[in-house]
Nanobody, 115 residues
Framework: VQLQASGGGLVQAGGSLRLSCAPS????????MGWYRQAPGKQRESVAV????????EYGDSVKGRFTFSTDGAKNMVYLQMSRLKPEDTAVYYC?????????WGPGTLVTVSS
C-alpha cells in the first residue's frame, strides 16, 4: 500500500491549508485512516484519526475546532482541512492507513506556518 500526501506549503498564521492523501487501493479497504505530524525535535503525534466503519474522527487536543478530516469515496481521497493555523502547527504531516494486517505511512508533506 502506498499513500501519497500533498498540499503542504508555507502559510501565514491564521491561514488555511488542505492536505490530501491518495492511497494506492480503495479507502474502504482500511479500518482506520488518519493524519499524524512530527515537528522538529518532537515525537510524532496524532492529529486526526478516522474510523472508516464508524464514520467518526478523533482529533488531537491542539487541533480540535480548527482541523477537519474528510473522505471522498468517489475520488478515493482523504483530506485534512486546516484552519486558523498557528506557528506551532509547523511539522511534517503524514497520512496513515490501517488494516487488520498492516499499518501504512506515506512520505509526509511539510507544513510551515509563519508568524
Amino acid at each position: 500500500v502506498q499513500l501519497q500526501a500533498s498540499g503542504g506549503g508555507l502559510v501565514q498564521a491564521g491561514g488555511s491549508l488542505r492536505l490530501s492523501c491518495a492511497p494506492s487501493e480503495s479507502i474502504f479497504n482500511f479500518n482506520v485512516m488518519g493524519w499524524y505530524r512530527q515537528a522538529p525535535g518532537k515525537q510524532r503525534e496524532s492529529v486526526a484519526v478516522f474510523g472508516m466503519d464508524t464514520g467518526s474522527a478523533e482529533y488531537g487536543d491542539s487541533v480540535k475546532g480548527r482541523f477537519t478530516f474528510s473522505t471522498d469515496g468517489a475520488k478515493n481521497m482523504v483530506y485534512l482541512q486546516m484552519s486558523r493555523l498557528k506557528p506551532e502547527d509547523t511539522a511534517v504531516y503524514y497520512c496513515n492507513a490501517q488494516q487488520r494486517w498492516g499499518n501504512y505511512w506515506g512520505p509526509g508533506t511539510l507544513v510551515t506556518v509563519s508568524s
